[in-house]
């Protein structure tokens, strides 16, 4: 029995007619088993990748925000005459700080990301 006519004895006629319909449209129908499990195994490494890149952004947000609120705190204490803090120890942990955000302003490395394999024919020029 072919698999159409199950899915029709059971019912799911219209979906098997839709896969039919639209193999076209379905960019893994002539990829082989190996192949989608490569392709699976790549975007689990992207996305472990992804998420520590996003673990690293935060801890590293973390600490400048403590930088910059123990500068603000000392601050506070200098402008009421309670502290000894001076305005260059101020300036030079507020550039740890923007030294810490640097790196984690720039975007994720897409070039990371599972690359597309398209099968083109060359066309010479």
Known sequence: MSLQKLLKASGYDAISLYFHAHKNKDK????????L?????????SETDLLQFDITKREK???AGFIIFEVAEHLTL???????????QAIEELNKA??????????????????????CKKVGL
Do not use: F, H, V, W
């Not at 200098?78 to 260059?88: A, N």
């Open 28 to 35: 893994y129908a002539n990829k082989s088993s190996k192949d």
């Open 37 to 45: 499990k490569d392709l699976i195994e790549q975007y689990k490494e």
């Open 61 to 63: 947000a973390r600490e």
């Open 78 to 88: 200098l402008k009421d005459g309670k502290s000894k803090y001076t305005l260059e």
């Open 98 to 119: 923007q030294e810490l955000l640097n790196p984690i302003m720039n975007k994720y490395d897409y070039s990371k990301l599972p690359k597309k394999k398209l099968n």
